[in-house]
């Protein structure tokens, strides 16, 4: 098998059984990978009253077909799960060199039921795998895990693992590989601290098998000349993900003040040159990637001192930023490093304490109830004592370990006006009020609100380009419903193969069209898809994860924008205006033969697209 190991690991923490599963190519060719194939091994699963932490829940840890290839930009792997803090469909994409060490390994990915009555870790290697107590690493941060591993198993070993807040079952505990590379949305986490699986390991020289070497390298010559030319590729080799806050500021992409204000002076200070003035020393990248948009950072002195390591992405310097309107990027790198090490996703952090400043300024809380701390926009002392307690769970940190829609809830109606989640996701730093795209990219993302579930965002922004797709390249002016839903629907399907199933990066896949990254495929695979046929297959992966969110309770009331992300802003670039997500969500509906009322496809279209194994679960059982 080519690009494919065909090996898929199965382990049980409970019997502590370990099993390997041999995987047809008519599989892989019809789910092609990643979370493709994670949609189906947990469909396969599925059983009515599943919660997160039972041990019937899987966590399906998959590469794609190009990993550990010299393919650039394709070392990722997805974690997959019932999500434990939104309920749902649970996925978390993430870069680094663990997927090319897991097919080195020789697996395509791993499947973990069960629970341990102690912690462990698993150890896997050459086809082989086992499963190690980690009572001895029970309470250390992500850091100091890797470090203690990779002294037992040597150097040569790639690792994932949960901190403090993962085993304390912060529900968007994150889980981190080499400190900075993070599956950080959905509380992937939570699931492995619910199983006491405190780390995988994996170990192996094993290459991948490519099925035309030759005309494969002649064109990889071709790929990496592309790379080498593109600009925005140059860009964030120079500064990173945060090579686009500065114009983020500037058109209004970047919500601040918990999406309240329009304009924000200071906000100049977290730019691409203060960032490299201030705290860069280096940059990283990921398995054969020449693009290296990973910051390293240090700060040698001063209240934010730390060692050198991985600096804040883009998201984390607008959360702690622009939404909590902070202009002092020593401080964001601090927080940073302490979300990593304890192992929490910074997006949901943020938004919940802005939420809550947002509450207590406009009279909604008072102190009492955020456990004595006087949180306010603007203050460093009290946001980062709340930060410093959310792993441990302890007063302030309890309540904002839960998220802002569990808070909202626990409030009551008056506070629902000020959450921005859909589906119970925390919406990440991009503004839908200058991009109408982005009000249907969040509402109809499978894990809730995020701009990378399907390529809505991507394209809609310019940041990439597929001429091959005509819905991808005419969908009208960014502030008016017209063409959008046309732009979803192909968006969605492109996306379910291109960073979801083949997993390329967003970042560095943006040098990309169409036409290349389908001939990148077929030659490591050996498959002859045309885009039709990619696009065929990933129409069908999409309607699989929407169908696993139907059976767990979402309809389409669930695909609006909150409130707060439709009210027009006063000032600004975007000011007073505002996406009609109904008029665009209804010409969806009928593109995509959905129930305008529960949200389930219908059953023709399903047993058109080969998903009658659905059918049954959603209109029978």
């Known amino acids: 098998m080519y690009g494919y190991k065909g090996r898929i690991l199965y382990v049980n923490l409970t019997s502590k059984k370990v099993e390997v599963t041999n995987v047809s190519e008519d599989f892989y060719g019809e789910y092609l990978g990643g979370s493709g194939v994670a949609a189906k091994i947990f469909l396969d699963h599925y059983k009515k009253g599943l919660t997160y932490d039972s041990e019937y829940n899987p966590i399906i840890i998959m590469t794609g077909p190009m990993a550990g290839t010299p393919t650039p930009s394709v070392s990722r792997f997805i974690i997959s799960s019932l999500s434990p803090f939104t309920g749902i469909w649970g996925e978390s994409n993430c870069g680094g060199f663990f997927a090319s060490y897991l097919k080195f390994a020789s697996f395509d990915g791993i499947v973990i039921t069960g629970k341990s009555e102690n912690p462990v870790y698993l150890f896997a290697s050459k086809g082989k795998a086992e499963i190690r107590d980690a009572s001895k690493l029970w309470g250390l941060d992500t850091y100091k895990t890797e470090e203690f591993l990779k002294k037992e198993n040597g150097k ?17 505990a994150s889980v981190v590989n080499r400190r900075g590379h993070l599956a950080g949305r959905t509380g992937m986490g939570v699931v492995f601290g619910s199983k006491k699986l405190k780390a995988v390991v994996v170990q192996g020289n094993e290459p991948v098998q490519i099925a035309k070497p030759s005309k494969y390298k002649e064109y990889l010559k071709e790929i990496f000349e592309v790379y080498k030319e593109n600009p925005t590729m140059a860009a964030l080799k120079d500064s990173g993900s945060n090579s686009s806050y500065d114009l983020s500021l500037q058109t209004g992409d970047l919500p601040l003040r918990n999406w309240s204000k329009g304009v924000w002076p200071e906000g100049d200070l977290l730019g691409s040159v203060k960032y490299k003035d201030k705290i ?94 006087d949180l306010k926009f603007g203050d460093k002392d009290a946001v980062l004592q709340t930060v ?41 730093m991009h503004d839908p009020r200058g991009n109408f795209a982005l009000a249907l990219g969040y509402g109809l993302s499978v894990r809730g609100a995020c701009h990378v579930s399907s390529l809505v965002f991507p394209v809609s922004s310019g940041f990439m380009y597929f001429p091959e797709i005509p819905e991808l390249t005419d969908f009208g002016d960014p502030c008016s419903e017209k063409l959008k839903p046309e732009l979803a629907v192909k968006a969605e399907d492109f996306g379910m193969f291109f960073n979801h199933s083949a997993i390329w990066c967003i ?21 002859d898809y045309s885009l039709e046929d990619i696009l065929k297959r990933g129409e069908k992966i999409w309607y699989l994860k929407r169908g696993v969110d139907n059976l767990f309770g979402i309809e389409s009331k669930d695909d609006r924008l909150p409130k707060k992300l439709k009210t027009p802003l006063s000032e600004g670039f975007t000011q007073d205006l505002a996406p009609n997500d109904e008029k665009m969500l209804s010409k969806y509906y009928k593109l995509r033969d959905i129930d305008s009322i529960t949200g389930k496809p219908s059953k023709e279209k399903l047993v058109s697209i080969g998903l009658s194994d659905l059918l049954k679960l959603l209109y029978e059982g």
């Open 388 to 428: 410093k307690s959310i792993a441990d769970r302890t007063g302030i940190g309890e309540l904002v370990s839960l998220g802002s829609e569990r808070i909202a809830n626990l409030i009551g109606e008056k506070a629902k006006d000020y959450i921005t989640t859909v589906k119970g996701l925390e919406a990440p």
């Open 156 to 172: 040569d070993v790639e690792v994932i693992s949960i901190g403090p807040a993962g085993e304390n079952l912060v529900p968007y």
């Open 280 to 373: 860069l020393v280096g940059i990283e990248t990921c398995y054969s990637c020449p693009v290296a948009c990973k910051r390293v950072v240090e700060i040698k002195d001063g209240p934010y001192k730390i060692e050198k390591g991985p600096g804040p992405e883009y998201e984390t310097v607008g959360e702690f930023g622009g939404m909590l309107q902070i202009a002092d990027i020593e401080f964001i790198a601090y927080v940073n490093d302490i979300a990593n090490g304890m192992g929490f996703d910074t997006i949901t952090a943020g938004s919940t304490i802005a939420f809550l400043g947002d509450l207590h300024e406009n009279g909604v809380i008072d102190k009492s109830f955020l456990h004595g701390v």
């Open 507 to 527: 970042f560095g896949g943006a040098a990309l069209n169409a036409t290349q990254v389908v001939t990148l495929f077929n030659l490591v695979t050996g498959f």
